[in-house]
């Protein structure tokens, strides 16, 4: 493969919106504007080929950004040892935080760009369905708190799906546009039929300075922001949601601490706020040790992390495959893309859809994490926060 890498502004005077450029059928990952585009396929890679097919990619970088070039894009399963692939898109756009726009091209793509027409409005019949019954997945939240309170575990995440069916496809760019404005400021994704907005930083790599940012103990927002402050502060001062957040920052903290020559991690967490709910997140970041890691090689060391997994992780797994009653796929591993020199980002894969491939069905997941004084029916109610998300975003006219 050859690539041809060039600044977007001598392509095109026209600004693509990422999201449209990705389109129904493309690849995106996106936050507050920033983040890469794709479309069409210049080949599908295992997880060990990425490395040496970026690298073996020849090409020319016009653009004058040493970091510009081709990308893989993809999704680390909640099982990593699941079958799974990542793409090197065609042509990929890409807007950085520091301004640079840049288009990379491979072989023979053509660069097409015109501005969409909007969106239309349909008159779609949805039905909703339980995945995991109710009863189950109550009985499951009481059996795991009971494990942690006899010392089996220290914490293991409890989730459940719903279906979303509709007499109509389903428009992801539509989707995406909706994700977009509710959602702008967390990672939005969309990967072989795998679409979401995920607030949680699993792992960044940028140059030799990683970030993580993630997110433990949940609770809703209604709109008032004095009732708003006010959970917030219940949730800072909730013991189990702190001894919740605390399992989760030891184990990235312990996990990316031998790849770093410096790693440092705020002392208390704040309240990250989105449209539906707030959680309590601790921001760590650091100096990775030569030879560097790629963002790849991390993400896979961290995924899944206690906050979709839990502690120890092979005892929270056995937990969550004894009594969680699904499979939950992609949902709770990771999702991003990295270029050549293993840079990149990649978001804990929650806030998500995975569709079928005829887009009339999309399967819905939530979950929280389950400690010793977990009440069944308050983390019911935790995961019906969650599906807001997808769920307003699917089905609003």
């Known amino acids: 493969m050859r690539s041809l890498t060039r600044l977007l502004s ?7 919106d990422l999201n449209d450029f990705a389109g129904d ?8 504007g920033i983040g890469v585009a794709g479309r069409g396929i210049a080949c599908r890679i295992r997880r060990d080929e990425v490395a040496s097919t970026l690298a073996a990619i020849s090409g020319e970088n016009k653009s004058g950004i040493a970091s510009a070039g081709p990308v893989a894009i993809g999704c680390i399963p909640f099982n990593s040892d699941d079958p799974h692939d990542f793409v090197i898109p065609k042509v990929v756009i890409c807007k950085t935080a520091s301004g640079h726009r840049w288009l990379t091209t491979i072989d023979d793509a053509n660069f097409e760009y015109q501005t969409p027409s909007p969106t239309r ?5 949805f039905s909703v369905t339980q995945g995991v019954a109710i009863a189950q997945y109550l009985e499951a939240v009481r059996l795991t708190a009971e494990a942690v309170r006899e010392k089996k575990l220290d914490k293991a995440v409890i989730a459940r799906d719903i279906f979303v069916t509709s007499d109509q496809k389903f428009d992801i760019r539509a989707i995406l546009q909706r994700l977009k404005a509710s959602f702008g400021s967390s990672y939005r994704f969309s990967v072989d039929g795998f679409v979401g907005a995920s607030p949680e930083l699993l792992v960044s790599v940028n140059g030799n300075r990683v970030s993580s940012h993630p997110l433990a103990g949940t609770a809703p927002r209604t709109g ?4 708003d402050q006010k959970i917030a502060e219940n949730l800072i001062a909730s013991t189990k949601n702190q001894l919740e957040h605390r399992i989760v920052i030891d184990m990235v903290h312990d996990t990316l601490l031998p790849w770093c020559s410096f790693l440092d991690w705020q002392p208390e ?6 449209a539906n709910v707030q959680h309590l997140g601790t921001e760590i970041s650091g100096q990775l040790s030569e030879p560097r890691p790629s963002v790849l090689d991390l993400a896979y060391a961290l995924s899944p992390t206690p906050a979709l997994g839990g502690a120890p992780r092979h005892l929270a797994l056995n937990q969550i495959a004894k009594v969680e009653g699904m499979k939950r796929g992609r949902y709770g591993g990771a999702v991003g893309y990295l270029n050549k020199d293993g840079e990149g980002i ?18 819905l997941f939530a979950g929280g994490g389950i400690v010793g004084d977990s009440e069944p029916l308050s983390e019911l109610a935790e995961t019906q926060a969650k599906f807001q998300a997808m769920l ?5 006219p």
């Open 269 to 274: 967490p704040s309240i990250v706020a989105v």
């Open 25 to 32: 059928d493309g690849y995106l990952f996106v936050r507050d």
């Open 224 to 227: 008032d922001p004095v009732v």
């Open 10 to 16: 001598a392509v095109t005077d026209q600004e693509p």
């Open 121 to 125: 409005t349909t008159a779609a019949s």
């Open 346 to 363: 990649f978001a804990v894969a929650i806030r998500c859809a995975e569709f079928d491939t005829a887009r009339t069905s999309a399967h």
């Open 392 to 396: 307003a975003a699917l089905i609003r």
